[in-house]
C-alpha cells in the first residue's frame, strides 16, 4: 500500500513540503538540521498518532504557528485514499479519511503498518520491557482486529483497580474490577501467545538474511505473572499491591525473553549484534505481515544504524518484502549499489 504522496504542513522547519515517494525506496540526504527527521515524524504522526521523539506536540509545531498539518496519498486495496492528520498546540487531534473525520486514532494505523528504525533500534534487546511490549502489541493489533479494544478495556479495569488500591478498599469493590482485568488479561495473553509463536519463523529468516553469523534465536513471552491463572496470582500480591496502591501482577507487566545460543541477549550480545537481532525482530513481523499488509519502514540516519556491509543487506531484505521504505542518511547522497529508488536533497527544510 505504497505512499504516492505526502504533503507537510508546519514540522518542525518544514514550513510547506509536497513529496512524490518512490513506492519502493526513497532516501532523505542532507546536512544535520536540515528536516531528514522531522519528515520522518510526520509519517510517524500520520499513522501513528503521535512523534517518535517527543510527547510534546507543541515543540513539533512550527514556531509561531498554531498547528500542523500531515497528509499521504495511498494504495488501500487498490484504491487511493486520502489520509491526513491535524494538530494543534493545545493537543487536538483530528484525523480524516477521505476528508471524513475519523474518531479512532487506531483507524489510520490500521491502514498503513510502520516500522521505525532508529539509530536506538537495539534498545528493543537491552532496554525496558516496554520497548519490547510495544513492539509485540504492535504485531498483534495489525493481525488481530479485536485486539486494541481488550488493550483499551485491560487497561481501563487495571487503572481503576489502582484507584481503589488506593482508597485502600478491598472485597467486591476491588472484585468489580479484578474480575475483567483477568478476563481481558488472559484473553490478551493468549493473542501474544500465538502472535510470538506465528512470527517466530519469520523472524529467524530475516537474521538470516541480515548476517552471515546467524545467532539461534528464541523469543518466549513473560505473561506478567507466574501462578497459573491470573486470579491466584492477583490474590497471591493482594497484600503487597493494597500497600502500594498498584497492581504488581498481569499483562501490563509482559515481557519477551529474547533469548540467543541459550543465553539472554541483553547479556550476551555485543551493541552492533543486538543492532541486528533487533532488526531482525522488526523486519520479521514485516514479513509476517507481508501477506495482508505491506509496511512502511522508516529508516533515520541508515549509516549510523548499521555498517555498509549489513546496510546493503538490510536493503535487500526490505526490498525482497516490497515494503516501502523512507530512509536518511547525512553522509550518504545516493543508495546503495543494486538499489533501486529516489533520492531527496533536504535543505534547510526543503526537498528537491
Ligand atoms: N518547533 C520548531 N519550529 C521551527 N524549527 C524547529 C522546531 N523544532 C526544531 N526545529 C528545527 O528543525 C530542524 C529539524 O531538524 P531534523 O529534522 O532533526 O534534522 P535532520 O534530521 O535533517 O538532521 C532543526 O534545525 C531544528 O532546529
Ligand atoms: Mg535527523
Do not use: C
Not at 514479513?287 to 529508516?299: D, G, V
Amino acid at each position: 500500500m505504497p505512499i504516492a504522496r505526502l504533503a507537510i504542513q508546519n514540522v518542525r522547519n518544514i514550513a510547506e513540503a509536497t513529496l512524490e515517494l518512490d513506492p519502493g525506496v526513497n532516501l532523505l540526504s542532507g546536512p544535520n538540521g536540515a528536516g531528514k527527521t522531522a519528515a520522518l515524524e510526520s509519517l510517524h504522526l500520520l499513522f501513528r498518532s503521535r512523534s517518535f521523539r517527543t510527547t510534546r506536540i507543541a515543540s513539533v509545531i512550527q514556531r509561531e504557528q498554531k498547528h500542523l498539518a500531515v497528509g499521504a496519498t495511498l494504495t488501500v486495496d487498490g484504491r487511493a485514499v486520502q489520509a491526513k492528520t491535524l494538530r494543534s498546540r493545545g493537543g487536538a487531534v483530528e484525523l480524516y479519511r477521505d476528508g471524513a473525520r475519523l474518531k479512532q486514532t487506531s483507524a489510520l494505523a490500521r491502514l498503513q503498518p510502520i516500522q521505525l528504525l532508529l539509530p536506538s533500534v537495539a534498545d528493543l534487546v537491552f532496554g525496558a520491557p516496554a520497548k519490547r511490549r510495544e513492539w509485540l502489541d504492535w504485531g498483534v493489533f495489525h493481525v488481530k482486529p479485536d485486539y486494541m479494544r481488550l488493550l483499551r478495556a485491560y487497561s481501563r479495569a487495571l487503572s481503576q483497580r489502582n484507584v481503589v488500591l488506593r482508597q485502600g478498599v478491598t472485597g467486591s469493590d476491588l472484585d468489580t474490577w479484578s474480575a475483567p482485568m483477568v478476563s481481558y488479561g488472559e484473553m490478551l495473553t493468549e493473542h501474544r501467545l500465538n502472535y510470538l509463536d506465528s512470527v517466530a519463523y519469520s523472524i529467524r529468516e530475516s537474521l538470516r538474511a541480515l548476517t552471515e553469523t546467524p545467532f539461534e534465536l528464541e523469543l518466549r513471552l513473560r505473561r506478567g505473572w507466574s501462578d497459573d491463572d491470573l486470579a491466584d496470582a492477583l490474590g497471591q500480591s493482594l497484600a503487597r499491591d493494597v500497600k502500594s496502591g498498584v497492581t504488581h501482577t498481569g499483562p501490563h507487566r509482559a515481557d519477551v525473553d529474547v533469548i540467543v545460543d541459550g543465553a539472554a541477549a541483553a547479556t550476551t550480545l555485543s551493541r552492533g549484534q543486538g543492532k541486528i537481532v533487533a532488526t531482525a525482530m522488526r523486519i520479521g513481523q514485516a514479513l509476517a505481515l507481508s501477506a495482508s499488509a505491506q509496511t512502511l519502514f522508516l529508516i533515520d540516519e541508515v549509516g549510523a544504524e548499521l555498517d555498509p556491509g549489513h546496510s546493503a543487506k538490510l536493503f535487500a531484505a526490505m526490498a525482497g518484502l516490497e515494503g516501502q521504505v523512507v530512509a536518511t542518511s547525512a553522509q550518504e547522497p545516493r543508495l546503495p549499489s543494486g538499489v533501486d529508488g529516489r533520492v531527496f536533497h533536504v535543505k534547510q527544510g526543503v526537498f528537491s
